[in-house]
């Protein structure tokens, strides 16, 4: 019999429900765009296949009523658990006027929402993460009680922001989590390329910060390892690194053809792995869900994203002269 | 009013915000307990404690880009870079980032940030600490760029710039910092950034200028005044957004404009400023437009006399205005 992990994490039944119901409406909406750019409704995609059980175990972990995520272009599971909603995604994929993001103005996958903590992002890769280090220090400044939590690649591990972002945290021990989605390609360049150290994780002893290495399929592993991250933050003890370590299930982008540079056999093993497929399993093993309850998600979804696609279709774009609005503060 | 130096005007508007507004801090290398390597936070980290005046690892980005975190969420950030040839690590932030952020968010953040640096040659700084790096950010809506030239300005446009709720570089004339002395009142108040100011009435020629240009710019005009020679001087302060009104207005009073920069002379600030007379003053020219800068070799470099060629000074200032008066 399989054991019930998530009540020992203190997780009820309808919490991981609700998680995995999450990590399905961010598959279901990231598949919904591409057919819509295939058929030539939008223009762009980038996916978080593969990355939803991190990016949702990350953000259960934590107080999603006050913490702050600084996400990277993949985080759909993460913005949806913050209040991001399909229709709000969807906005951003047709770039409608009512996008909360952006207003239509940046690409898919530049997150960005003030009433949910979601900090605003660019395309340059790790600039967020001194950014979610300041938010931190503010934290820290103000005597508040939250928490950062900022994503990014492996190949973003790389850049030079991430280690003067984790420094800093590091010196000044900032309420700030660090999670690194390995998912083992940056683009075509796959992990051995970028990477001398076997982890991401042995990166943290640099920063004089904890590291961790955990399973990204598994969201309950990723909970854990965010949740005592978000207790450490809590308590004045300063950073974490954590690394969760997946596959990219899609090609890097709508505009990307991975088979000029990975085998099948590979994609194919991974798809194995796939969190949508192994959680559902320990959460219908457990007891937790049915096959007639995930019908139902599934349908739920499915209507769900019909109407968000709709809607979303249907909506104004902004102005075209609007395009010279907001470049300073302006008197309203 | 009391009199006090260029660097002591920082000092002070910086005391005066931190006072004023619990949510100003200060942020950089050596700014905390030595008080800056200039000693601009000079007994800041005394009155106001570790927490608000944050001595950083050395690493420029970082200090751009955890100030665009703190200032996205409400604080009041003034970053120092120790010199402003040393900004160039923290670009990707503040191009990238602190000055799209308004734009991108379709205004849903911004970033309320002030960066200062100490910018300028004649100090024997050879290539990496004389530079004037203005025209890389001057080309960047979203950004401010403010350059102030006397201490009174100097505390007027600083406290602007940490009152502003969009990003602000704010561009010190290190040679200033102690050469340049001024009345500076001791009350509260601010000075409109995107403003340019007239700092002497003149008719015959218009000099447009903008930091410790200004100075020698007025030096020079006393002595043309003895050989009936009336400059009128505007300057930028703002140096982007430029104030087109004022730049125009400048211009068409006498018809015969000088502009003057420190930078090297192509792709400068006053390239700029030469467009906009162009378009707009055409017929209320009397001479071409002049442009009086640094040549366009990479840097200052170090060895006086070379020093000395490259630098702007009060002579060849003189002569330019001359020559154009007399055109």
């Known amino acids: 019999m399989t054991e019930n992990r998530h009540q020992k994490l203190g997780l009820s039944d309808e919490e991981v429900l609700d998680m995995y119901r999450t990590m399905l409406l961010a598959r279901r909406i990231d598949e919904r765009m591409w057919l819509l750019n295939r058929s030539g409704k939008i223009p762009f995609v980038i996916s978080c296949q593969g990355q939803e059980a991190a990016q949702v175990g990350a953000s259960y972990a934590l107080d999603r009523e006050q913490d702050y995520v600084a996400p990277y272009y993949r985080d759909m599971g993460v913005v949806l658990s913050f209040g991001m909603t399909a229709k709000d995604l969807m906005l951003s994929g047709f770039a409608k006027a009512e996008d909360p993001n952006s207003g239509g103005r940046q690409m898919p996958g530049h997150f960005g929402q003030k009433s949910n903590r979601i900090i605003t992002g660019s395309s340059p890769v790790t600039t967020q993460v001194p950014h979610a280090v300041g938010f931190a220090l503010a934290a820290k400044m103000e005597k508040k009680n939250f928490v950062s939590l900022v994503t990014l690649g492996e190949g973003s591990s790389n850049q030079g922001d991430f280690h003067e972002g984790l420094n800093f945290a590091g010196v000044h021990k900032l309420p700030v989590i660090v999670m690194v989605e390995n998912n083992k390609y940056a683009i075509s360049v796959p992990l051995e390329k970028q990477l001398a150290c076997e982890k991401v994780s042995d990166r943290a002893v640099g920063y004089g910060m904890p590291g961790y ?120 | 009013m009391p009199v006090m130096s260029y660097i002591q005007a920082v000092t002070q508007a910086l005391h005066e915000e931190m006072e004023r507004d619990e949510k100003v801090f200060v942020l950089g290398e050596d700014v905390g307990k030595r008080g800056g390597v200039f000693r601009a936070t000079d007994g800041l980290y005394d009155k106001f404690g570790e927490a608000r005046v944050i001595d950083t690892p050395l690493a420029e980005s970082a200090i751009a880009g955890v100030g665009i975190g703190a200032a996205m969420y409400g604080m ?157 001087i505007l300057d930028l302060r703002t140096v982007y957004p430029l104030d087109q009104e004022a730049i125009i207005e400048a211009a068409k009073k006498t018809g015969k404009v000088l502009l003057i920069t420190e930078d090297n002379k192509e792709g400068s600030i006053i390239g700029e400023v030469s467009a906009i007379v162009s378009e707009n003053c055409l017929f209320d020219l009397d001479a071409p437009v002049k442009r009086l800068a640094g040549p366009d070799v990479p840097s200052m470099p170090y060895s006086p006399p070379m020093e000395k060629y490259f630098m702007m000074n009060p002579d060849k200032v003189e002569k330019a205005m001359r020559d154009l008066a007399e055109f």
């Not at chain 1, 002269?321 to 907001?326: D, I, M, T, V």
């Not at chain 2, 309320?112 to 040659?121: F, S």
């Not at chain 2, 790096?133 to 102030?148: C, H, R, S, T």
């Open chain 2, 76 to 232: 009041r950030p003034v970053a120092e870079m120790q010199f402003a040839d040393f900004i160039m690590p923290a670009v990707n932030q503040i191009i990238s980032e602190a000055a799209k952020t308004r734009y991108r968010s379709n205004n849903d953040w911004n970033v309320p940030m002030t960066i200062r640096a100490p910018y300028g040659g004649g100090v024997h700084g050879a290539l990496y600490h004389s530079q004037s790096v203005e025209a890389v950010f001057a080309n960047q809506p979203g950004l401010k760029i403010v350059m102030p030239s006397t201490p009174y300005d100097v505390k007027g446009l600083l406290k602007a710039a940490i009152r502003d709720d969009d990003p602000v570089l704010f561009f010190e004339h290190k040679r200033a910092y102690r050469l340049i002395k001024g009345e500076v009142p001791e009350d509260d108040y601010t000075l409109p950034i995107g403003k340019a100011d007239v700092k002497r009435e003149g008719s015959d020629i218009t000099v447009i200028t903008y930091g410790l240009c200004v100075h020698f710019a007025l030096q020079a005009a006393e002595k043309l005044a003895e050989e009936g020679i009336d400059a009128h």
């Open chain 1, 213 to 332: 290495t955990v399973d990204g399929n598994d969201p309950l592993a990723v909970y854990e390892a965010v949740k005592g991250a978000a207790d450490r933050a809590r308590s004045g003890e300063g950073p974490t690194l954590i690394e969760t370590v997946s596959y990219r299930l899609t090609p890097h982008s709508s505009d990307d053809d991975d088979r000029t540079y990975r085998e099948r056999e590979e994609v194919e093993e991974a798809k194995k792995k796939d969190a949508l497929v192994t959680f559902k399993a320990y959460l219908q093993e457990v007891g937790v869900l049915t096959e007639e309850k995930d019908k139902e998600l599934e349908e739920e979804m499915k209507s769900l994203i019909n109407e968000a696609t709709d809607y979303a279709e249907e909506a104004p774009y902004a102005e075209a002269e609007s395009a010279l609005k907001y470049v300073y503060a302006e008197d309203e």
